[in-house]
């Protein structure tokens, strides 16, 4: 099945630096990428999504950017703020599985102001 | 306003105790599923449901039952028989017959005492 891994799990940045994070996917079929944000002690909130026909989406300060070859993509973060501090999940599904989500292990995100 | 609402946000249970976790959504979503999320781990499939009165297992399922009586109903319980318990319960529900938005709830905090 699925794998998806990601990377760093913490990440610390200054406020208004950027911030990456990595993932990797291990089935090829997969074509639905969405990465979700995650306040403490709540569910999961959709932040931005890619699927497999697109290499890159931009939504103001935050971008996605897939390559199918390498089977990794990422999330990009600019100019970060004090509120983008939470944690976040990248994920992998594939059409035929409707929205079975396979999830990263996650990576909290810290912005010092 | 449209959503998907979990309920208790928390939940004590005794050893040896059934409880069951509830999850509404007036989204018109054919499809729900239940994570479990543990400390420093994504979230994990559990169950999921693509349409009234059919359910499926997820990658651990042991110890956990489900019903899909109504659509926008999916409750959860956890059985006597689930080892390791506590943990943080979401609930999500989506379309089934294409890659869309999963929505998730605000998650139950389950604690064995």
């Known amino acids: 099945g699925e794998n998806v891994e990601q990377h760093p799990s913490t990440l610390s940045v200054q406020e208004g630096d950027s911030a990456v994070i990595k993932c990797t996917y291990s089935?090829?079929?997969?074509?639905?990428f969405p990465w979700y944000k995650q306040e403490l002690g709540k569910g999961p909130q959709l932040i931005i999504d890619i699927r497999s026909n697109v290499g890159e989406k931009k939504d103001q300060r935050i971008a996605v950017t897939l390559n199918k070859t390498a089977k990794h993509f990422s999330l990009h973060i600019t100019e970060t703020q004090p509120e983008d501090s939470a944690v976040y999940f990248c994920?992998?599904?594939?059409?035929?599985?409707?929205?079975?989500?396979?999830f990263g292990a996650g990576t909290i995100l810290r912005v010092k102001s | 306003d449209g959503g998907i609402t979990q309920s208790p946000k928390y939940l004590f249970r005794k050893e040896g105790q059934n409880v069951t976790l509830s999850c509404e959504q007036n989204l018109n979503h054919d499809a729900m599923y239940w994570y479990r999320q543990d400390p420093g781990q994504g979230l994990r499939l559990i169950y999921y449901?693509?349409?009234?009165?059919?359910?499926q297992k997820g990658d651990i399922a042991e110890g956990y039952s489900v019903s899909r009586e109504k659509k926008e109903s999916f409750p959860l319980t956890v059985t006597s028989a689930q080892k390791n318990p506590t943990a943080f319960y979401l609930c999500a529900s989506s379309s089934w017959d294409k890659n869309t938005e999963a929505f998730f709830g605000q998650g139950t905090r389950l604690t064995v005492v």
């Open positions: 449901s693509q349409i009234v009165n059919d359910f």
């Open positions: 994920a992998a599904s594939k059409r035929e599985y409707g929205n079975k989500l396979v």
């Open positions: 089935d090829s079929a997969s074509n639905y």
